[in-house]
């Protein structure tokens, strides 16, 4: 398995938003981490998230979860974080309190 130098990095993967599914991604070593979430009245509803088992403990989880955060923010959305794993990240950092929502 490939480890990945996450010092070395500055831009890492590219996220993906796949409108036609409701979800963001990453493809990191031909295997995919993504976010999935269902869209109503113009708010996103993160609902699940998912890196592949052998990426696991790298930061590739909360490296996804921010750079979905960044993508909201580009497109215009607000999101509420309902998968226990998004709101961890949320909440470690204030700079999301304006896009994201806990309820």
Known sequence: MKQRNKAAETSGP???HDKENNRFSMEIDGQTAKVEYSLRN???FLV???VPYQLRGQGIGKELVEKTFEKLTE???SAVA???YIKA???RS???N???DYN
């Open 48 to 50: 699940y998230s998912e």
């Open 94 to 96: 204030k700079k999301w």
């Open 89 to 91: 990240v949320a909440k």
């Open 42 to 44: 113009g708010k996103m």
């Open 14 to 16: 590219e996220i993906k």
């Open 98 to 100: 304006s896009i994201i």
């Open 82 to 84: 309902v998968c226990s």
């Open 75 to 77: 497109e215009g959305y």
